[in-house]
């Protein structure tokens, strides 16, 4: 069984910044690909970036220029850094990573965006 555990959501004001974390309980060099995705209130849980090793990383065209997901193998730890946020990126955002033929989804962190 793998953990996630993701931290760095919170309150911004639209144009604000904010930086999520996901560290999971194995060496992050041992996962392929992780990502994050988010689900507003009432909406599906939606793609929002990917990293996987030896290939380019993934946007979802909503966030594409001004997110950008990067892991830090010494760390041990995957992040998002989110700049000039809208108040349509409000959701939760959650933390998935792929191992052995399974997907593990962190317990989400929670970002709101004011206008």
């Known amino acids: 069984q793998v953990q996630l555990v993701e931290s760095g959501g919170g309150l911004v004001q639209t144009g604000g910044s904010l930086r999520l974390s996901c560290a999971p309980s194995v060496r992050i060099f041992s996962v392929n690909t992780m990502g994050w995705y988010r689900q507003a209130p009432g909406k599906q849980r939606e793609l929002v970036a990917t990293?996987?090793?030896?290939?380019?990383?993934n946007y979802a065209a909503s966030v594409k220029g001004r997110f950008t997901i990067s892991r830090d193998n010494a760390k041990n730890t995957m992040y998002l850094q989110m700049n000039s946020l809208k108040p349509e990126d409000t959701a939760v955002y959650y933390c998935n990573a792929g191992l052995r033929g399974y997907t593990y989804w962190g317990q989400g962190t929670p970002v709101t965006v004011s206008s």
């Open positions: 990293i996987t090793s030896g290939a380019p990383t």
